[in-house]
């Protein structure tokens, strides 16, 4: 089946640093999001992107299609409190979509 | 608008019984799907419905049954609930399968 695997699993920083976390695949995907979820709520949808090699941006987030199509990275600019949340990416296949197991960021004021 | 939403929020059933969860969008998006969510594993595909009356498999449907007579509403069944059934349910539209999702506040059910 195809598999996501997200890395880092948890990360502890100092508010102000860059973040970066990643998803890698052994297979291809067409579409990859990155989403956002906070306690006891559904994940938000943060970056969509559509084409290998695409490099897009939402604020202080930026997020790449890999070329090869089977990854995708997030990285997350001068941090602050409120970035504190699990962020899952997720692949979109044929007709369903795969999520990795999430990076749980904590941010440290 | 209200978005995609879920009812119960919460439920605890004992083994063998059935429910219904429900689930409803109002942004008239042809792609639904739904997800349980266990601690460390992300969100895993249940089923899935591209337009109303189809409906798909998707990762892990054993135990679960899906309908889709509406554009609207995507309730998803469990038949004879599992203590395996235990998790965070989440409901999700789209306009099509590779777009990104809205998804709804899920239910979190307890099955004893």
């Known amino acids: 089946g195809q598999q996501l695997n997200q890395s880092p699993q948890s990360m502890f920083i100092q508010e102000g640093e860059d973040v970066s976390m990643n998803c890698t695949s052994s297979s291809i995907f067409n579409t990859w999001l990155w989403y956002k979820q906070d306690p006891g709520e559904g994940p938000v949808l943060l970056i969509a992107?559509?084409?290998?090699?695409e490099l897009t941006s939402n604020g202080r987030l930026t997020a790449q299609f890999g070329i090869t199509r089977k990854d995708s990275f997030l990285n997350i600019s001068a941090s602050i409190p409120s970035d504190v949340g699990i962020y899952f990416c997720a692949g979109q296949g044929d007709n369903d979509m795969r999520f990795g197991a999430g990076t749980r960021l904590t941010v440290k004021p | 608008n209200a978005g995609v939403t879920q009812t119960p929020k919460f439920q605890v059933l004992k083994t063998g019984q059935s429910m219904t969860l429900q689930c409803a969008q109002d942004?008239?998006?042809?792609?639904m799907s739904w997800y349980r969510q266990d601690p460390g594993m992300g969100l895993r595909l249940i089923h899935y419905?591209?337009?109303?009356?189809?409906?798909d498999q998707g990762e892990v449907p054993n135990g679960y049954n899906v309908s889709r007579s509406t554009t609207e509403d995507f309730p998803l069944r469990l038949l004879s609930a599992a203590p395996s059934q235990t998790s965070v349910y989440f409901c999700?539209?789209?306009?099509?399968?590779?777009?990104?999702?809205?998804f709804g506040p899920g239910t979190r059910l307890t099955v004893t």
């Open positions: 992107l559509y084409k290998a090699g």
């Open positions: 942004m008239n998006h042809e792609y």
């Open positions: 419905s591209v337009g109303a009356g189809i409906t």
């Open positions: 999700a539209s789209s306009y099509h399968p590779g777009a990104g999702q809205y």
